[in-house]
């Protein structure tokens, strides 16, 4: 009987952890979700209101940009299904921004036509902000199609939610990856589109469908394309988090970081054969925080039945060698530097004439010196060792 009831009682206990633990997932899961109390939905429009839907607002641009929106007022709902974002982000924003109905949070994918129809018939947006995207030119060329699909494919869903919405403003995160190999520098928004590798298609072809569809409607639409970003918020509360898996595709700040932290062994610059002063590739390297106010800007100046298309960068090339440089001096580390063969579809030289966004928006950037936006991204770095902590946590 002593056993018997020795079992008994081991086995009543397992259980009990088991419904415990099951409980835990529950109620973590429950709280992504589009359904739970965190996630309450603003179905009407509201007097002095203006509600923006921020996809991928849980990532790197993204999370910077609604919290530049949040900051002036704007009430904002993120959509993001955390692949490439970060929840950790999410709640720096909810934290900083507690106001009821100020922040709302929805995990949702964008490739779900349903749960994005249903996010649009729930609540009363005055204009999207489309950031989620992939967007690793390396991994493109690896996954075409992923790209095509979570780029232009998710695209066409926004707009077809917007359109059934009546959802009449749009701000589309684009790049200069559209423009691929100019014969002349510096970019101007006339120079002609000829992608040279998935990414920069799959967001042409995005570009080319909104263009499309705006000439039916009387949608305001701007377009920025936008250069290399670098930096994080100057104040330090959000920074660049990418996911561990990621990090051989990632920006060249990330990876400068991780071999300034050990993470890993050096920096591995590909391609020293490029016809540049240097020899490696010269990109214009544009701080998020400018990026953002462009973006900020670009929604304020959205004009009913118009499409604006402007380029967002510093106007000013720089080449790897140089960044390299400059994120020693930035981290105090001298970095070791393995040179490589050239990465698949990358492109020798660009940087932007940003002359009309600054004509039409009054718009410049302001963190141009290139060593102390790496400073500022590095005091993050060193603060947040492991980003923003465990995956989504």
């Given at each position: 009987m002593d056993i018997v009831s020795a079992n008994r009682k081991r086995n009543f206990a397992g259980r009990i952890l088991v419904a415990s633990v099951l409980a835990g997932v529950f109620i973590f899961m429950f709280s992504l979700s589009p359904d739970s109390d965190s996630t309450k939905a603003f179905p009407r429009h509201e007097t002095g209101v203006t509600r923006v839907l921020v996809t991928g607002g849980a990532g790197y641009i993204g999370s910077h940009a609604a919290l530049r929106l949040l900051k002036d007022s704007y009430h904002v709902t993120i959509v993001d299904n955390l692949s490439r974002g970060n929840m950790g982000a999410v709640k720096v924003l909810q934290e900083l921004f507690p106001q009821p109905g100020q922040l709302q949070f929805i995990y949702a994918d964008l490739g779900d036509a349903k749960a994005v129809n249903k996010i649009f018939a729930e609540n009363a947006f005055d204009a999207v902000m489309h950031f989620a995207a992939v967007a690793y030119v390396g991994e493109s060329t690896l996954e075409p199609l992923r790209y095509y699909h979570n780029i232009t494919s998710n695209t066409l869903v926004i707009l077809e939610a917007m359109a059934a919405h009546k959802v009449k403003t749009l701000i589309y995160s684009s790049t200069c990856a559209t423009y691929g190999e100019p014969d002349k520098m510096p970019i101007t928004e006339s120079t002609p589109q000829k992608p040279i590798n998935p990414y920069g298609k799959a967001k042409k072809m995005s570009e080319d469908i909104i263009i499309d569809f705006s000439k039916t409607t009387n949608m305001a639409v701007?377009?920025?394309?936008?250069?290399?970003?670098?930096?994080?918020?100057?104040?330090?509360?959000?920074?660049?988090?990418?996911?561990?898996?990621?990090?051989?595709?990632?920006?060249?700040?990330?990876?400068?970081?991780?071999?300034?932290?050990?993470?890993?062994?050096?920096?591995?610059?590909?391609?020293?054969?490029?016809?540049?002063?240097?020899?490696?590739?010269?990109?214009?390297?544009?701080?998020?925080?400018?990026?953002?106010?462009?973006?900020?800007?670009?929604?304020?100046?959205?004009?009913?039945?118009?499409?604006?298309?402007?380029?967002?960068?510093?106007?000013?090339?720089?080449?790897?060698?140089e960044f390299v440089e400059a994120c020693k001096k930035a981290t105090g580390v001298n970095i070791k530097v393995e040179y490589l063969s050239r990465r698949p579809g990358d492109y020798a030289e660009v940087y932007s004439d940003p002359s009309k966004i600054r004509d039409e928006l009054n718009w410049t950037a302001r963190f141009t010196d290139l060593q102390g936006s790496l400073q500022i991204a590095w005091r993050w770095q060193k603060t947040h060792i492991n980003g923003y902590g465990s995956h989504n946590n």
């Open positions: 701007m377009i920025l394309r936008y250069f290399n970003v670098i930096g994080s918020d100057p104040e330090g509360r959000l920074g660049e988090a990418p996911h561990p898996e990621l990090r051989e595709h990632g920006r060249i700040s990330g990876a400068c970081f991780d071999a300034a932290r050990g993470i890993i062994p050096g920096l591995k610059v590909r391609g020293t054969d490029y016809n540049t002063a240097d020899g490696t590739c010269v990109r214009d390297y544009i701080d998020v925080t400018d990026l953002v106010d462009a973006h900020v800007l670009a929604l304020a100046n959205a004009k009913p039945g118009k499409v604006g298309i402007y380029n967002v960068g510093t106007g000013k090339g720089r080449s790897v060698k």
